[in-house]
T-cell receptor, first 112, second 114 residues
Framework: GAGVSQSPRYKVAKRGQDVALRCDPI?????LFWYQQALGQGPEFLTY????????KSGLPSDRFFAERPEGSVSTLKIQRTQQEDSAVYLC??????????FGSGTRLTVV | GDSVTQMEGPVTLSEEAFLTINCTYT??????LFWYVQYPGEGLQLLLK?????DKGSNKGFEATYRKETTSFHLEKGSVQVSDSAVYFC?????????????FGGGTRLMVKP
């Protein structure tokens, strides 16, 4: 597609519920990143994929967070047993060598 | 580790005023520097970048110069418009190409009044 697509755009989850956030990167983009943006803050790195390989997951805040990109295209960020502190905008970005990042519009997660 | 510090907002200006948003960074290597803009309800968009010392990035009337000696990358615009109202993020990357993460500052909200 023309841009990075994220779904859903908004998600309200009850505390303890599992959620799955989807990212469709730009076709052909090798690299895919997930960032977490708390209200009023800058984005913070969560994890990075090169094709289907997850090369860096140092930013994942806990073992409740899990990301996958099984075919090197679409990626899913899963959060298990959501907590209030997980409320944030989750941004996906893709890029390829020589190009900058293209960010999606994000998924706003609210845990109630 | 790497870090980016930018001035806190909100910054409120009248249309046609001069804009400066300060950004300083700490990095172990020789990073590339970026300014991203986030309009309401939209994703982050790259505004401009500079990849080495003394480079000047520019776009849409905005400019920023990579100052290695002061580890700064201040954003400037000579005459702001209402449509420039947005949140601006300074960021760095140790490698400019795919494969390295961005480290962002906390963002500065700019509000331009007619």
């Amino acid at each position: 597609g023309a841009g990075v697509s994220q779904s859903p755009r908004y998600k309200v989850a009850k505390r303890g519920q599992d959620v799955a956030l989807r990212c469709d990167p730009i076709s052909g983009h090798v690299s895919l990143f997930w960032y977490q943006q708390a209200l009023g803050q800058g984005p913070e790195f969560l994890t990075y994929f090169q094709n289907e390989a997850q090369l860096d997951k140092s930013g994942l805040p806990s073992d409740r967070f899990f990301a996958e990109r099984p075919e090197g295209s679409v990626s899913t960020l899963k959060i298990q047993r959501t907590q209030q502190e997980d409320s944030a905008v989750y941004l996906c970005a893709s890029s390829t060598a020589g190009d900058g990042y293209t960010f999606g519009s994000g998924t706003r997660l609210t845990v109630v | 580790g790497d870090s980016v510090t930018q001035m806190e907002g909100p910054v409120t200006l009248s249309e046609e005023a001069f804009l400066t948003i300060n950004c300083t960074y700490t990095a172990t290597g020789y990073p590339s520097l970026f300014w991203y803009v986030q309009y309401p309800g939209e994703g982050l968009q790259l505004l401009l970048k500079a990849t080495k010392a003394d480079d000047k990035g520019s776009n849409k009337g905005f400019e920023a110069t990579y100052r290695k000696e002061t580890t700064s990358f201040h954003l400037e615009k000579g005459s702001v418009q209402v449509s420039d109202s947005a949140v601006y993020f300074c960021a760095l990357s140790d490698q400019p190409y795919a494969g390295n993460m961005l480290t962002f500052g906390g963002g500065t909200r700019l509000m331009v009044k007619p």
